[in-house]
Structures are given as structure tokens and as C-alpha cells.
């Protein structure tokens, strides 16, 4: 269980308006190797979220999800597998698009496949595709039918240096302040370099194209489609002199462009971090 309170980021809230969120999330995952050839993985989750502006509580949500897949051995480290997903969001306050109150609860299904190869060598690759449907309760003409796919590719030529590159067309996990779905489409580059036991130093680079989908405002004819290419650049510095201490140093440079007011930016942002595990 995680129990989480955070400020609402300003790239979805489009003005400057604190939204405080809290989310509470429980979930339970396992799997049962059948026989040394058949993996069974199943997984539940319930999040709940609520937003202290007012005017953004049609964003409380409760959204419930179940997971099973099923897998097969195709040799040392190798895993091809069918998998399948339920998904349900309810929202206790209704959206207001003008004069019209519309309730953003829906039921969302997948169906896919799912490829984990070369665990065991330096080159590892994660890659799933699925058939994803989701059904609104109301303005059924926001219901879609989308293929998503994602391939994750990990090379790894010695203990101290790792590269991940991931290509996607996906759907992203719960917009926590949007009630639309959000398709993501882009490539991300993740180095890693464990620089000395105590060191390590990684980043991020990123360029993805997120198209806004199944918003009520739209659908009534009220708002454009929303379309944001985003730009990431991060670095990251972890320090651990001892097993229980980690101190972080990170720099993040952002980019978005945006077809709507506001919704374009440009920011800098470098923190540090430490933390105790006692």
C-alpha cells in the first residue's frame, strides 16, 4: 500500500492555481511458476484520488484493475506469454462542460502478448503489444478501439555500465488531474554508469508526442483536440556511503509545445535529496 500527497503538475492544470492530490493506492501481485515451463503472473489494484481545488474535484477518482497472464519457457531466461487486463474508473463528481454534467466512469479491456528474451545475456528485450478498448458510460462517442505496443531493450556490457532504449505507442498509466486518456508516442534513451561502489550516475533522454483522447470537451464540440510534443533531459547523481544513506543530486531540463493556451513551457529544475533506511 502507498499513500501519497503531492502538488498537481501545472502541464495538465493549465494556469496557476495550487491542486493538492492525495492517492491512495493497494495492490497485490504474484506468480506461481506452474512447471518449469509455465508462469502464471496475476495482479489487483485499487487507487483512489481526491484534489482540494474545488474546481478540479471531477478528477476524484477510484479506478480498480485486475491482471493475469500466462507464460511459457522458450529456453534459459526466455518467456513468450498471452496476457489480459480489466480495468474500471468511477468518478463520484461529474465533469461540467458548459451546461452539461458528464460522468467520466468507464470500463477498459486489453489483450495482448507479451515477450521477455535474454534475461540472462547482456542484451535484454521487454516487448508487449495489445488490443485495448475502452467504453464511457456517457457520450459513447469517446469509446475507442487502439493497438498499443512497447519495446524495451537493455544492453548490458559489463557490471558498470547499462544502456535501456525503449520505443512506445502506449497508453500512459491514470492522468491524475485529466480525466481523458493519454496515447504516448516516442523514444527514450537511459544510460547508467556505476561509476565506484559508492557512485552511481544515470540520465534520462526523451522525446515523446502525447495526443489527449476521449476528452468530454471535445467530444461536445467545446475545446480542439490536444496534441504536446515533450523534451527530457535528466542527470542524475547517486551517492550511498553506507547501505542504509542515499544522497541524490539531479537536474532536469523540460520542453513542452502544446496546441492549447498555456500549455506550452520551458523549465529547469535541480534538487537534492537524502535519505535514511533504518
Sequence with gaps: MTDTYSLASFAEVLGVVPDRLHVREEFAKGSWLITPDWKLY???????QSNSDPAGQ???????????????????????????????????????????????????????????????????????????SRHYDQLRQRNFDRTTGRVEYTWTPDVKVSVSAIAERDISPYEYIHSSIVMV????????WHMTDELDLSANLAWLERTYLSDPAVALGAAPPRDDGVRTMSALLAYHPATWVTVQLSFVHEARSSNVALGGYADDVLWLKARLSL
Excluded at 496475476?42 to 483512489?48: E, H, S
Excluded at 470500463?107 to 545475456?121: L, P
Excluded at 508516442?185 to 547508467?192: A, D, N, V
Aim: proline fraction near 4%; avoid cysteine; glycine fraction near 12%.
Design 42 to 48: 496475476a495482479a489487483a489494484d485499487d487507487l483512489a
Design 58 to 132: 471531477f478528477n476524484n477518482v477510484t479506478v480498480d484493475s485486475l491482471e493475469v497472464s500466462l507464460s511459457r519457457a522458450g529456453g534459459t531466461g526466455n518467456w513468450f506469454g498471452l496476457d489480459t487486463r480489466f480495468e474500471s474508473g468511477h468518478f463520484p463528481v461529474a465533469e461540467p462542460i458548459g451546461t452539461v454534467l458528464v460522468d467520466n466512469g468507464y470500463s477498459q479491456y486489453g489483450f495482448g502478448v507479451v515477450i521477455d528474451f535474454g534475461a540472462a545475456t547482456p542484451s535484454h528485450v521487454l516487448a508487449r503489444a495489445d488490443q485495448v
Design 185 to 192: 508516442r516516442g523514444l527514450t534513451l537511459r544510460p547508467l
